[in-house]
């Protein structure tokens, strides 16, 4: 958004914090600023904020979301196993509804409203500390 840095043309903290939030988005969603789908008034902010929380995956990069969907379970499996795959993919969901409220709430308009990076900080630990089971 060039209201950040452009138009204003200073530096601050607060602007590193938007910068982050959006990075976090771009990453996430597979998407530039500068997409095409995204002009005037609608921009990748809007696009996630108006998907969040409810349908934060329909704008997570779908490769992203299939690593964990790829694997196959063949029918003599138990459900036990079934009932963790579940849970894996709710506890993903969450931890990504997480990240992207993360880069929401970095990316505010008002320098004011938006979280200072020990906040971005800490909240990633605690985010990557919730994904620590996943990955075993």
């Keep these: 958004d060039e209201l950040e840095f452009g138009m204003a043309g200073k530096v601050s903290t607060k ?8 990075l ?3 990453v996430f969603t597979r998407r530039k600023p500068t997409d095409e789908r995204f002009n005037g008034d609608f921009t990748l902010r ?6 969040f ?6 704008v997570i990069d779908a490769h992203l979301l299939k ?3 790829q694997e196959t379970i063949s029918d003599h499996v138990a459900e036990a196993h079934l009932l963790k795959q579940n849970n894996s993919k709710t506890v993903q969901n969450e931890l ?3 990240i ?3 880069g929401l709430s970095c990316s505010r308009k008002s320098p004011t409203e938006r979280m200072d990076m020990k906040e971005v900080v800490a909240r990633l630990k605690m985010i990557r500390r919730k994904a620590s ?3 075993e």
Excluded: K, R
């Design 53 to 58: 929380p409810l349908a934060i995956s329909d």
């Design 15 to 22: 602007a590193d914090v938007y910068s982050y939030g959006i």
């Design 24 to 26: 976090l988005l771009e």
């Design 133 to 135: 089971p996943l990955e």
């Design 67 to 69: 690593q964990n969907n």
């Design 100 to 102: 992207m409220e993360t």
């Design 96 to 98: 990504l509804v997480m």
């Design 46 to 51: 809007q696009w996630v904020a108006e998907a």
